[in-house]
């Protein structure tokens, strides 16, 4: 699989920077899917990206919420942790389908996890993955658009 652009950080602070870079192109209605470890920097990535569209609310990660929406920028970010979902059919059932459709989003979603709904998030949508490499903090943040 093409793994697109690769983009190198040596700390939290460049992981922040980068979802910060990557707010600025961010529409209404853009689906993210981030994959990676745990650990990796999925929720400062987000962070980055909450701050980069103006919102002044705290990012925390939604594994027991599963979703986070962060209102007060110039995009809704809707902030989901799949972590702990069966499968895209529980997912369905919650009504997150309407997140994922550039018709009736809110705004922009970013989306932890991913692989537990495989299938619920349909074409075109960016896929980050974020991986840890040898160095304490260092960290790989691969982009590419997934389309149909």
Same mark, same amino acid.
């Given at each position: 699989?093409?793994?697109?652009?690769?983009?190198?950080?040596?700390?939290?602070?460049?992981?922040?920077?980068?979802?910060?870079?990557?707010?600025?192109? !961010?529409?209404?209605?853009?689906? !993210?899917? +981030?994959?990676?470890? +745990?650990?990796?920097?999925?929720?400062?990535?987000?962070?980055?990206?909450?701050?980069?569209?103006?919102?002044?609310?705290?990012?925390?990660?939604?594994?027991?919420?599963? +979703?986070?929406?962060?209102?007060?920028?110039?995009?809704?970010?809707?902030?989901?942790?799949?972590?702990?979902?069966?499968?895209k059919e529980e997912a369905s059932? +919650?009504?997150?389908?309407?997140?994922?459709?550039?018709?009736?989003?809110?705004?922009?979603?970013?989306?932890?996890?991913?692989?537990?709904?495989?299938?619920?998030?349909?074409?075109?949508?960016y896929e980050i993955e974020i991986?840890?490499?040898?160095?304490?903090?260092?960290?790989?943040?691969?982009?590419?658009?997934?389309? !149909?």
């Amino acid at each position: 699989m093409d793994k697109g652009i690769c983009i190198v950080t040596e700390n939290e602070e460049q992981t922040i920077a980068v979802g910060e870079k990557i707010a600025g192109v !961010l529409q209404k209605g853009d689906v !993210l899917v +981030l994959k990676g470890d +745990l650990g990796a920097g999925k929720t400062h990535f987000v962070k980055g990206i909450a701050k980069g569209v103006g919102s002044g609310e705290l990012v925390t990660s939604p594994t027991f919420t599963i +979703l986070n929406v962060y209102e007060g920028g110039r995009v809704v970010i809707n902030h989901f942790d799949m972590y702990r979902l069966s499968g895209k059919e529980e997912a369905s059932e +919650l009504g997150f389908e309407e997140y994922f459709d550039r018709t009736t989003s809110n705004g922009a979603s970013v989306v932890e996890w991913p692989e537990q709904v495989e299938g619920l998030i349909k074409p075109p949508y960016y896929e980050i993955e974020i991986k840890k490499t040898d160095k304490d903090e260092q960290r790989k943040i691969y982009f590419r658009r997934v389309t !149909l």
